[in-house]
């Protein structure tokens, strides 16, 4: 069994390990000098978090950026999905960050945060109870797949980089 401790981070090496034994990965930062990071501290998680979960359960998120207000009746089917047919033990949630104003102030190519046309990032997660024989990984996966077929072609095709998403290529 592993811990978690707010002591330095654990080193790729045990990072690496602790997905093989338990088949999920640690909130923890990125190198010595970052103890504790994503879930702990309220933010982001690594991109193996994102795919294969947490040691505490199993999190799945996906993103993406969009320029256009999404129409009101994918609004409403996004609303659905969101509160039907869930699985016993599994969260879901949509996360809408407005963008504009300021953050589109900046051209593109002056820092390393490139997203500076869009009104929001959407992301849509679920988090599932490892105890709870239905909320699998598959069922999860299975939901995210329909909010993707849900918002198909009305996004950006971008994803915000500490929230990258497995399933929309590099730019």
Not at 64 to 81: D, K, N, V
Not at 95 to 120: I, L, Q
């Amino acid at each position: 069994m592993i811990l978690p401790s707010s002591g330095p981070a654990p080193g790729s090496p045990r990072s690496i390990a602790c997905y093989i034994i338990t088949g999920a990965t640690i909130p923890a930062g990125c190198s010595p000098a970052i103890g504790i990071a994503g879930l702990a501290l309220g933010g982001g998680l690594g991109v193996l978090g994102r795919a294969y979960g947490l040691v505490h359960g199993s999190r799945l998120q996906r993103s993406e950026f969009h320029r256009e207000s999404l129409p009101t009746a994918l609004t409403a089917a996004l609303i659905e999905a969101v509160t039907t047919q869930r699985a016993q033990g599994q969260a879901r949630e949509l996360a809408f960050t407005p963008m504009g104003g300021a953050y589109n102030s900046v051209p593109a190519d002056a820092t390393a945060f490139v997203h500076r046309g869009e009104k929001f990032l959407l992301e849509w997660t679920t988090t599932s109870d490892p105890i709870q024989p239905s909320a699998t990984t598959q069922t999860a996966s299975q939901w995210l797949g329909h909010i993707r077929q849900l918002l198909h072609g009305l996004g950006t095709g971008r994803a915000y980089q500490n929230f990258s998403d497995p399933e929309i290529a590099d730019h």
